[in-house]
């Protein structure tokens, strides 16, 4: 696969330098789109360009649509202003005013003029929507139909607008308000006998989401009902639009990329490993480790507290790596179970109670396996009393460590925190310091008792 | 919502107390069954199944189908055998065979007499291929056509197969020996002219997947052509069945959740965290916690190497928690890093000489951006010769730290493990006890120089 792809990429740009267009538009005619890419993605922009413009008029819209942003900037501007246009003009409208957003003043001054003014409205209008909504995800290409006509009719009518919009297989019925009245499918348009009305057939109450509600809760919708695409309602009640479920399967994607970065304090969402800029890999990765040194201090200044009953009892430092680092395990664990629950709406934020109540008993029973394993360490390497101190301290360690890992995901999201900040490196770090404490304290006590 | 449907599982159980099953039917006639199974799902499972049974005849098995696996199981128990039998004839294909692999040998002999033979065999073709792979995900309710019909043959077959087939827009052509040709979609078929045979207007060489592959493979197929449903081939070569998108969202979210869980080490796919027993969050959780118990054993084995060294300067312990921690935490940056770009594809096998040419520069940017940092609390805390230790030692830990996490993965898919098991606390642990070793052999030889 990838071999034919860089054959077909050496044959392409030999075309190019022989200026044989014909060729180019035979060689990509029955290709799709996402090869189409694989293939010219690794080229110079402006060869990109030209290949591009070879295709026919109808596909060059749908290919320019497949590239990245950051692809799709470059080739804006890399294009002749006439040919941007045509293109832009016959993008899908939530990929349209998605590149809009992105692109500068100068460049969407250019290519507004060739628009017409309906088509105008509709970008700016999509355009407006907040990053992270259900807004900025939707597209204005969808089919509706009223209520009073015939399936004979709507097929009809859906064979017309289906180059235009992007999927006619399920439809939506608004009253003359354009209010959401229901939504019918192809599948039941056809089954259906000829004279019966689409109100007779559709499905009244279909599930929507609001333009202004988390694009996540689009994912959750169409996840839940098995559907298409998802009808979005604006502010006024109106259908604003539509979001498919090819789209959702993106932004759960993304969605997920960023959690699970997150989880390991690495900020901001991935790009490609293999192309990210090392500069950009830096950037994304030193806040949270130096955040993290200066969280460890922490248990550093625990030790300092501590000192007398280490140099005293030496043998205690041989289990801190140990101890620490069970706390923080058990702790990230817990935490990383959590932040997922509540992620998927499996765990609401009311059940924190429950949640604390399982937890405590989960961790309780980790903690004695764990202090069983860890004593006859201790016994071996320190005698009885120490093996006590280090029972002990993993008990009490591992469940507190625990309790931090399951209540931090809460607490972030009641403050309104994405929970996922409350990364496993985090966790383990407070863990650490707690269990730094807990250690030395439970130590000098047993131990100064005994001495 | 969560109101709604207290109230209604509260009505509907009154109804049945009276017996009345129309107000039931008429209750949840124009309900979803996504919707019906959140108003139910909590009920004992005998209510269940008679609120089951008073829906009309073509809903139960669609209803069925929406409860999950567990679920369906005790249902199939519950019911009466003919009722069971007639539901599970009309499921969908590959529902049925995923609930087929879980009866008892008892309940599967009870239900296949009902079934014909050629379901019987379709059925047990499903199920025989081994969990994981596409063949377990895929169904065979689609539609073929033939090459030579015309469109207007074509729709109205469609038409008619409408009810059984899980999608009719899109269809797959097939030659006399169902070989896979081409595919064609329903909007494709509405477009164009009466008489154009589908041979004509179909696409040739559609993007397809065989049923061996691994079930992932699915997901990234649909995802790259925005496809509805994706054809599988079996080993013959022939058209077996097809993956819907939305069977294909859902094996991406249980994909997610396994990578998401193992990259904190808990074992398994994670069940719904409110409802999953104590016990099985125990067995899940304990096994890499113990694991990790005796892997730090190691880091306090160096810890007693360089005992002498520790107790002559006892302020190197401060610094001890610190530099472990950054090791680890720049570990699991990589690690966690490399998982997702290995399961995205962002990154492959071939690639690792030069991911790690890249890891071994941003880590030394890293690394040498937290020794600067750490350098001034060595300095007030231990005087200069105890912050060239610590600097020194940061440099090093960090960097070893980064690139162990980032080969790790490589190395368990070079041995075809998976490579999430590198999961954030095994990286944590290997650096920590790599950190210990280098900080005090460090320390002994540039303290030792020195006193």
């Known amino acids: 696969m990838n071999d034919t792809?860089?054959?077909?990429?050496?044959?392409?740009?030999?075309?190019?330098?022989?200026?044989?267009?014909?060729?180019?538009?035979?060689a990509l005619r029955h290709e799709h789109p996402a090869d189409i890419v694989g293939m010219i993605g690794e080229m110079p922009v402006q060869e990109m360009a030209q290949i591009l413009l070879c295709l026919e008029a109808n596909k060059q819209a749908t290919l320019f649509g497949y590239f990245d942003h950051e692809t799709q900037v470059e080739l804006a501007a890399a294009l002749e202003r006439t040919d941007m246009a045509r293109i832009f003009g016959a993008m899908a409208h939530d990929e349209r005013a998605d590149l809009f957003a992105e692109l500068t003043e100068e460049q969407r001054n250019a290519l507004l003029?060739?628009?017409a003014q309906a088509e105008r409205e509709d970008m700016r209008k999509l355009a407006a929507y907040p990053e992270g909504t259900v807004g900025s995800v939707m597209t204005s290409d969808?089919?509706?139909?009223?209520?009073?006509?015939?399936?004979?009719?709507?097929?009809?009518?859906?064979?017309?607008?289906?180059?235009?919009?992007?999927?006619?297989?399920?439809?939506?019925?608004?009253?003359?308000?354009?209010?959401?009245?229901?939504?019918?499918?192809?599948?039941?348009l056809l089954v259906a006998r000829d004279t019966a009305t689409v109100e007779e057939i559709m499905r009244r109450d279909p599930p929507f989401i609001r333009a202004e509600d988390k694009r996540e809760d689009a994912v959750e919708v169409i996840r839940k009902y098995d559907l298409l695409a998802v009808p979005v309602i604006n502010g006024g009640d109106r259908l604003a639009g539509i979001v498919t479920y090819d789209d959702a399967m993106d932004v759960a994607q993304e969605e997920e990329t960023e959690r699970f970065t997150k989880i390991s304090a690495v900020s901001g969402v991935g790009a490609n490993m293999l192309d990210a800029s090392l500069g950009l890999l830096y950037r994304r990765r030193i806040p949270w480790l130096l955040i993290l040194v200066f969280g460890n201090v922490f248990s550093g200044i625990g030790i300092a507290i501590y000192e007398d009953t280490i140099s005293a009892h030496l043998a205690l430092v041989f289990f801190l790596p140990l101890l620490i680092a069970s706390g923080g395990n058990a702790g990230s664990q817990s935490a990383t179970l959590m932040v997922r629950a509540l992620a998927t709406g499996d765990v609401k934020m009311t059940d924190w109670g429950r949640m604390l109540a399982r937890e405590l008993a989960?961790?309780?029973?980790?903690?004695?396996?764990?202090?069983?394993?860890?004593?006859?360490?201790?016994?071996?390497?320190?005698?009885?009393?120490?093996?006590?101190?280090?029972?002990?301290?993993?008990?009490?360690?591992?469940?507190?460590?625990?309790?931090?890992?399951?209540?931090?995901?809460?607490?972030?999201?009641?403050?309104?925190?994405?929970?996922?900040?409350?990364?496993?490196?985090?966790?383990?770090?407070?863990?650490?310091?707690?269990?730094?404490?807990?250690?030395?304290?439970?130590?000098?006590?047993?131990?100064?008792?005994?001495?």
Request: proline share 5%.
């Open 142 to 188: 969808y089919a509706t139909l009223p209520p009073a006509m015939t399936t004979v009719q709507a097929i009809a009518h859906l064979r017309r607008v289906a180059p235009d919009a992007e999927t006619i297989y399920h439809s939506y019925v608004v009253d003359d308000e354009r209010r959401l009245v229901g939504s019918v499918s192809l599948r039941d």
């Open 362 to 451: 989960v961790a309780i029973a980790l903690a004695a396996t764990m202090a069983i394993a860890v004593s006859s360490i201790g016994f071996v390497r320190g005698g009885p009393e120490i093996a006590l101190v280090v029972s002990v301290s993993m008990v009490l360690i591992v469940t507190i460590g625990s309790l931090i890992g399951m209540l931090l995901p809460f607490l972030l999201s009641r403050f309104n925190m994405d929970p996922a900040t409350a990364s496993a490196p985090l966790v383990t770090s407070i863990a650490d310091a707690v269990g730094v404490l807990v250690y030395f304290a439970i130590a000098t006590m047993l131990l100064g008792l005994a001495g």
């Open 5 to 26: 792809a860089t054959l077909t990429a050496n044959a392409l740009s030999r075309f190019l330098q022989a200026d044989d267009r014909q060729s180019i538009a035979a």
């Open 113 to 115: 003029p060739g628009l």
